[in-house]
């Protein structure tokens, strides 16, 4: 998803890791995505819900690189929502949060995880969308390539998608477009 959105892939790797998961994934900003801006906090969304949509488009994740994921498409949900609401300081698996202290409502907690849920869900519908277009291309990827040199990085992601025909951001508008429908600048 990363790719399809526009972030430039760093390193792709399946080795497992000392959190459980069974690999990871980085990349950085792009031309087309600043860092720190509503458009890169999405994307990163959106690539972290990628391991749910192949969970539930293919039925092929890892349970725990999947939690992971998700955890960590909480927190820059809450990083995003931030943009929006700068007063707002939470974090996801720490106790000591703005939340825990007693200076929010119950009631703004219920309406920041209602517009947490609400980017999350946004980021799944493309991702699956992702998925769904690239089933084939992510099947290639893994099995011919990824399983097979175990790391891959920057230069070796880029010519194997060019190999694929995969185009660098083909999902750029649409993501533009659901961050404009969630009230976010774009």
């Known amino acids: ?34 860092p720190s801006s509503a458009k890169y906090y999405f994307a990163d969304i959106i690539t972290s819900m990628g391991s749910t949509a192949v969970y539930t488009e293919l039925e092929k994740s890892k349970e725990e690189g999947r ?5 960590r498409a909480t927190r820059t949900a809450l990083n995003l929502y931030a943009l929006k609401n700068p007063m707002v300081q939470m974090n996801v698996g720490r106790e000591d949060t703005y939340l825990s202290l007693g200076l929010f409502s119950e009631e703004n907690r219920v309406e920041i995880e209602a517009e947490i849920d609400k980017i999350k869900n946004a980021a799944l519908k493309i991702a699956q969308e992702i998925v769904r277009h690239y089933e084939d291309e992510i099947s ?11 790391i891959m990085v920057r230069s070796e992601i880029i010519d194997v ?22 009230g976010y600048p774009v």
């Open 1 to 34: 998803p990363a790719y399809a959105v526009g972030l430039e892939p760093i390193l792709v790797t399946i080795e497992p890791s000392a959190d459980g998961t069974f690999g990871k994934s980085f990349h950085r900003h792009s031309d087309t995505i600043p």
């Open 67 to 71: 939690m992971s994921d998700l955890t």
């Open 140 to 150: 290639t990827f893994t099995n011919d390539h990824l399983i097979k040199n175990e």
């Open 161 to 182: 998608m060019k190999e694929m025909g995969v185009k660098p951001g083909k999902y750029y508008e649409q993501m533009c477009k659901s961050l404009g429908e969630l």
